[in-house]
């Protein structure tokens, strides 16, 4: 098995036992779809998915005269699909010889840092020099936790003790440009002393990239925690109106039950999903595939 359907594996097993009822019960019927709608209701699609994907099935149902409870399993499949394909997007980065600016945002915990790290060692293994900003200043570990991984991996991480976020996300790109850099991975905080709003501080920190290079960010991914479930939708609400996400990251796909909240994602945000994140490891981020996806949850 794949890194993903090992991964998925509690989703998988959650989502097969109750549709184990749905697709080895006879004739399709009201009551099935009943069932099969529950399932998707309870295994964190939410409900406007459910209710995009119920209407898919009735129609492949019908349309390929189906009958039997045990091919609303390819249906089902199909329908999830066609909804998680157009999230399937990946990040390319162009050859221009310029800096190509990401900009990380996220709450604290969610796996940003982590996923700075795994982003630099993937770029770099495509042959593309990387430099990181230490933006998330609030939170000390997240620095040395950079800082560290600059040093064993030959990443330059631009840091300062006491710098604001912004300002360390503008040397980077500075000096990025001065020396050629392709990637500049920006961090920056996922909370904040109380009494300061964190979607006006990540909100200035855009703005003050856009100050360095005109085009930048060129990229905006929102790390989210799959196991929030459908409190992702909100989280993806409240970044996207103060940033404009451009990618979202999903982390923790190992060991979660709540896949699901993928097809509730696609259902409200047309945001492509760039990555997902499957284990702590530092190879354990992937390119989102529609494909693999559906068949490590359903199959
Ligand atoms: P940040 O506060 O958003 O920077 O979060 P961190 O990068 O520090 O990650 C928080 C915790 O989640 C750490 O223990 C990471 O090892 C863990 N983590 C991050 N991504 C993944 C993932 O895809 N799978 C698993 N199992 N753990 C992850």
């Keep these: ?22 697709f080895g019960g006879g004739q399709i019927d009201e009551d099935l779809y009943e069932e099969l709608e529950t399932v998707l209701i309870t295994s964190d699609m939410g409900i406007e998915a459910t209710e995009m994907l119920m209407k898919e099935v009735r129609n492949r149902v019908s349309l390929k005269g189906l009958k039997d409870g045990n091919e609303l399993r390819q249906a089902l499949k199909d329908a999830v699909y066609d909804l998680l394909k157009p999230l399937e997007q990946p990040l390319t980065l ?22 700075i ?18 933006g998330d200043t609030f939170r000390a570990a997240a620095r040395e936790q950079l800082q560290e991984w600059g040093e064993r991996n030959g990443v330059t991480v631009i840091s300062q003790v006491k710098g604001d976020s912004a300002a360390v996300c503008f040397d980077a790109v500075e000096a990025a440009k001065a020396r050629k850099i392709d990637v500049v991975l920006a961090d920056t905080a996922g909370r904040l002393p109380t009494q300061l709003h964190l979607m006006e501080e ?17 990229e905006i991914l929102l790390v989210l925690d799959a196991n929030i479930g459908q409190n992702a939708l909100n989280q993806v609400g409240a970044f996207h109106k103060a940033l404009g996400i451009t990618g979202l990251i999903v982390t923790k796909l190992d060991g979660t039950a709540k896949g699901g909240v993928l097809a509730a994602l696609a259902s409200q945000y047309p945001i492509p999903v760039r990555y997902v994140g499957v284990g702590e490891g530092i190879d354990d981020l992937r390119p989102f595939k529609a494909r693999d996806f559906v068949d490590a949850l359903l199959d």
């Design 1 to 22: 098995a794949s890194r993903l359907a090992r991964g998925l594996s509690k989703s998988r097993d959650k989502m097969a036992k109750s549709l184990a009822g749905v």
């Design 202 to 218: 990540i909100a200035k920190v855009k703005r003050v990239l856009q100050k360095a290079m005109p085009d930048a960010p060129h």
């Design 94 to 115: 162009p050859e221009n010889g310029q800096p190509f600016v990401i900009m990380m945002a996220g709450i604290n915990g969610a796996g940003k840092t982590t996923s």
């Design 117 to 134: 790290g795994k982003l630099a060692k993937y770029f770099q293994s495509q042959g593309k020099s990387v430099i990181l900003a230490a």
